[in-house]
């Protein structure tokens, strides 16, 4: 199964460079070849939202949807199930301070 | 009942939760196997009347619900990915005797999963484990059909979309996913056992389904001290049952319960199943709950109680779980062993902490321990602060009459 984890960190949040570094998991995930893809994402003042309505175009700044938490990057993991998911999810830095959602992805049928 | 009925209704008791469990493996669909499972007993009902009860009557109702499902997945479509399926349920090797008590765990494990809400877990482990109908576990949680449907309805989605596997967890995730499987079973017990009279007998049900999935994971898990030590636990307290309420439905407390109606069988069990959950030395809070019980069980009567051992145990206790609620507990052993100034001096110092801010058993404690010390003036204040934040009818009537026999008439 496939699975999108969205790492949210609380704004305000502080933490050591060492602490929050994913580079060892990401190694670790990669190396299981559990981990397909995922990064880092830049802060919701740099988000530009897009809607059409009506036929007509509508930009704006900044996120749809004001949350407290912060989506701070995402990964996509390819594992047996949510247990698995949920291993992992915990072996990720950010889960001892913030938060791992795991999404289960529904695949498209085309 | 004809011998055939009696047998059907037999079987379901003992046998609804293997064929569903075997079954939801066999297809890999929570709906499908409990249709299937349905409708299996609903034919036994006809069939063992006119060809007699057969000699396994779980095996029977396996092969049975199994046919069925082979019969409607064939009928559903006759696409590849479909017959595959009908194979796979077809198969005989999975249904063999050996695998069908790992069906059960797989069952209860998967039903009490932590990804699960915790009231989506109490109603999938009724539904599938004990065979309640919806009706039924929304009339014992008290909420309306509709809502208990789609509570069951969510969670057997999410199983199924979010990717919940049905097995039992790897060794190393054992201890911490067994004690979410005891705390959805302890849960169960307790709402049942908050229910008092008659009228509330589809809640106190809950209790005899909590204590009978109890002992199935006990046999399944022998070596799990705490798996004992919960069933211990029930059977002490469910020992209480036909004591602990009057005629009237009021909650008669501990102390003045009459002790010949407590059940010698579930004591002597109780006691059992610890003693033997105690000797492999591996401690935990529901042995612990299990051995406090036990002590009151035992005791002839409250002077006559091993209140200094309730004392330690609480103390003990409080290791495992720090909780207000049990440090309450532990002082009105001490104030029982030690004296009530003894006891006084603990729930002083539990006040000032003020975690227990607004509990009305806080007070009431207080209040008994100052008419022991025969302070009835100050022991009358407290009872009256503990009317004012008390909200059970049985125990507000409690109260009311310890304080009416402080106030000179």
Redesign the interface.
Known sequence: ?R?LFLICVEPGTTVTPEQANPGPWVDEMTERKVRVLGDRLRPDSDATTVRVRDAELLVSDGPFVETRELVGGFDVIDC????E??EIASKHPVATFGTIE?R?I?PMVR | MTRAEGAVVAAFRDEWARVVATMIRVTGDWDLAEECAQEAFARAVDRWESDGVPDKPGAWLTTTARNIAVDRLRRSTVERAKLQEVAAVMDESTVDESTVDDDRLRLIFTCC?P?LPLEARVALTLRTLCGLDTTEIARAFMVPVGTMAQRLVRAKHKIR?????YRV??PD?LPERTAAVLAVLYLMFNEGYAATGGADLVRGNLCDEAIRLARILHTLMPGEAEVAGLLALMLLHHSRSAGRVSAEGELIPLSDQDRSLWSASEISEGVRVLEAALRSRRPGPYQIQAAIAACHAVAPDTDNTDWSQIAALYGELTRWTPNPVVELNRAVAVGMADGPAAGLALVDALAATGALAGYHLLPATRADLLRRLDRPSEAADEYRVALGQVTNEAERTYLARRLATLEPS
């Open positions: 199964m699975y047996d199930d949510l247990d998911a949920i795991i289960p529904w | 999963h990804a979309n979010a990717g919940i596997p967890p790897a995730l």
